[in-house]
């Protein structure tokens, strides 16, 4: 009952896995890091105040933007295989030289090569979503998405848990690095291995289940993939811009929660570092089993056809912004209790699971063919929303209620899952 592509989805939530290993690796090592009382002196612990931290940990998504539109152009022209390839390697290769490089160079020296996994990761989205786009049938849209995407709930729940664990032993915070970096050369030795471009080349495909696949398949296998891409034509397309908005939005809210929770758990709570990874990582589980439990029950409406697919889209969006945004007000509200505000948490990225149904599948839904060149150009406006400062707490709960409430409006009236014409162009 396994089939080929269930194959090449496992390795696509794989790669998400270990890709956010990758990312979210510091976010909890930093706290051992800049630990000045460490029971462990056998590293080095390094003097850097809230501000170098925050440099520290927005260095990534400075290089994370730049590249996201180029990555879908390269995925599309190339294939998403190489391109895949190179970035979790290159990643992989930076976060090993992570620890002796700061013991070295101090905070630039690790600024640079986040910057370096951040530029590496931008082709991330775009190639997956190529990859996707070739191996799902319309029928499995969502549901594998869902799957592929909460692949990094998994893997930062693996990492939050691991990390505070080695950051604490006798290995100390390095191993958090090594860890992570040679999990994603194991990957990519594997993605060498089994990764295959389309059905079309895969070596023991069924003729069954090729056919299924390439008669019911998302984009045109019969299109030329180093055409030119009608930029003006998506530029200009209003259900574009709405995704974009939705996308920007969305980012500011879920790296508030995903890369700031550990820092202001720490401050706030005091909570030492095992303790620090339990509660980060208690949000990321709860993301990870609801996006399971969302996506089973997307399926069923979309089998049953009880709501259209635009319904369905905004019924998940909804759930995602509108829910998160009434968890935000709670944390600003309440972060003096430390119950209420690790509960927000947990139910503002739960329900943001939501999003992998609602606008996250609307790339797909507006352009096949495209669609791994258009979550580039949205991923890369929406990470310019992620480098912020943490110096002002109930400032940014409040404004990213705020910026919820407004984003799903937005996508409520105006958003689209209609093919667009210029799908078909060239």
Not at 328 to 341: E, G, K, P, V
Request: charged residues 10%; positive net charge.
């Amino acid at each position: 009952m396994f089939k080929v592509r269930q194959g090449q989805y496992l390795l696509l939530f794989a790669c998400f896995s270990v890709a956010f290993m990758v990312r979210l690796d510091i976010t909890v090592a930093i706290v051992a890091m800049t630990d000045r009382f460490s029971a462990n002196t056998d590293y080095p612990d390094f003097f850097w105040d809230l501000k170098t931290k925050s440099k520290v940990l927005s260095a990534f998504f400075w290089g994370y933007f730049v590249l996201q539109i180029p990555g879908g152009i390269l995925a599309r022209k190339f294939g998403p295989k190489p391109v895949l390839t190179t970035a979790i390697f290159v990643g992989s290769c930076a976060s090993l030289l992570i620890p002796k490089c700061a013991e070295h160079f101090d905070w630039p020296a690790v600024c640079a090569l986040r910057l370096i996994q951040g530029l590496s990761q931008g082709f991330l989205h775009p190639s997956i979503y190529t990859h996707i786009s070739k191996w799902s049938p319309v029928n499995e849209r969502s549901r594998t998405l869902a799957f592929i995407l909460c692949g990094q709930q998994f893997g930062s729940v693996v990492c939050l848990l691991l990390t505070g664990h080695l950051a604490s032993s006798i290995l100390g915070w390095p191993s958090v690095f090594y860890t992570s970096g040679s999990l994603g050369i194991l990957w990519t030795i594997a993605w060498v291995i089994w990764g295959v471009a389309s059905p079309a080349s895969h070596k023991t495909i069924t003729l069954e289940e090729r056919s299924f696949i390439e008669n019911t398949g998302i984009a045109d296998k019969n299109r030329k993939y180093d055409s030119d891409t009608p930029w003006k034509a998506i530029l200009t397309s209003k259900p574009v811009v709405v995704l974009t908005v939705a996308h920007i939005c969305n980012n500011w809210v879920f790296w508030t929660l995903v890369t700031l929770s550990p820092s202001f758990i720490s401050s706030v709570y005091g909570f030492n570092i095992k303790n620090n990874s339990y509660y980060s990582a208690l949000p990321h589980l709860s993301m990870f089993v609801m996006a399971l439990v969302f996506g089973a029950i997307s399926n069923a409406i979309i089998k049953k056809k009880l709501l259209s697919v635009n319904a369905n889209r905004k019924l998940w969006n909804s759930v995602a912004q509108w829910g998160g945004a009434m968890a935000l007000f709670c944390i600003a509200m309440f972060r003096d209790s430390q119950t209420i505000t690790l509960i927000m948490m947990t139910v503002g990225l739960a329900l943001n699971s939501a999003t992998f149904l609602g606008f996250l599948s609307n790339h797909m839904d507006l352009s096949p063919n495209y669609s791994g060149i258009l979550m580039g150009f949205t991923n890369c406006l929406s990470n310019i929303a992620s480098m912020k400062n943490a110096d002002e707490w109930a400032v940014i709960f409040y404004t990213s209620s705020a910026i919820f409430i407004l984003s799903n409006t937005i996508f409520l009236m105006f958003g689209s899952t209609k093919v667009q014409r210029w799908n078909s162009l060239n």
